[in-house]
Each structure stands twice: as C-alpha cells, then as structure tokens.
C-alpha cells in the first residue's frame, strides 16, 4: 500500500513569472494575446487543485490501453472521491500513476509554460509512502518557500504595488 499526502493547491505561473489568469489560454497558443492582467488583478493567478491534477493523469491512454489500467483508474477515482487529506493506493495501482506522472503520454504531455508549477503534485505521487499516515491534517509545503522560484515571484511582484 501506498500512501499519498495530498498537497495544497498550486498557483499558475509562466516560465517567465508571470502569473497565469483563471481560464486563460496558454502563451503561444493561436487565441491568447498573452496578456492576462485584468483577469489576474481581479481573481489573482489561476490555481489547480490535487484531484484535477490525478483526473489529469487517469486521462492518460496508459489507463485505457488494457483492462488492469481501467481498473486502477477506477480504484484511483473512488480512492481520491473518498480521500481524506491522503489518497491510500494499492501499490501497482501507485505505479501506474507515478508512471503516467513521470512519463505522460504525448497526448496529456504537460504544457511547459505551466509544467514547474505542478512539480508539488508529481513529487507527491513519486514520492509516496508505505506509511498510512497518522492523521488527516493539511499537507506540508513539497518545495520549501526559500527554493521555490514562484514564491519570489510572489513577493516581488507585492512590493510594486
């Protein structure tokens, strides 16, 4: 059994610190502009929750592609519907996932103007322990403040306004 402690949610920003606002299409793509600071002045940066990232990762074809992987996508959701600040994994239904989260498949690939952002939620998964944790309580901070390059962003960007 695995067990993974899930994270708080992540802010969006681009690679360039620049925050990402809620529903915005990603810088490059043919419809964004790449400016976003009204949204982002109103509602601030957009955030991802744990759970949309694991949806995220069930959607890879490596779930689909045989009925053991339908199965563990199956026991994945119902364990993160049921999850009480951990999610408790079979171990070869974990593998699957940290699979999925270390190597997704070209189709659910992350964007890279976003991918550092998630690596909270991929080290959660990858780093799961055999250990049931004791209680339900909020998860600590995967990347410490002082080594995330967000965070400084966050506090410079405050002392302009």
């Not at 299409?25 to 109103?42: H, L, M, R």
């Not at 592609?65 to 199965?71: H, I, K, N, Q, T």
């Not at 959701?77 to 999850?83: E, N, P």
């Not at 959660?124 to 995967?142: F, G, L, Q, T, Y």
């Amino acid at each position: 059994m695995k067990y993974i402690t899930i994270p708080e949610p992540v802010e969006l920003y681009r690679l360039t610190g620049e925050p990402v606002a809620p529903d915005a299409t990603p810088p490059g793509d043919d419809e964004s502009d790449g400016d976003d600071t009204d949204a982002v002045a109103q509602v601030g940066p957009a955030k991802i929750e744990f759970p949309y990232f694991v949806l995220g990762r069930l959607a890879d074809p490596k779930f689909g592609a045989s009925m053991p992987g339908v199965l563990a996508a199956v026991e994945i959701k119902s364990q993160l519907d049921d999850a009480n600040g951990f999610l408790a994994l079979e171990n070869e239904h974990w593998a699957r996932l940290k699979d999925a989260t270390e190597t997704p498949s070209p189709q659910v690939a992350y964007h890279p103007q976003i991918a550092h952002c998630l690596l909270p939620f991929m080290q959660a998964i990858c780093n799961a322990s055999d250990k049931k944790p004791r209680r339900a309580a909020s998860a600590p901070k995967v990347v410490p403040a002082s080594k995330n390059p967000r965070a400084r962003v966050r506090r410079s960007s405050r002392k302009k306004r």
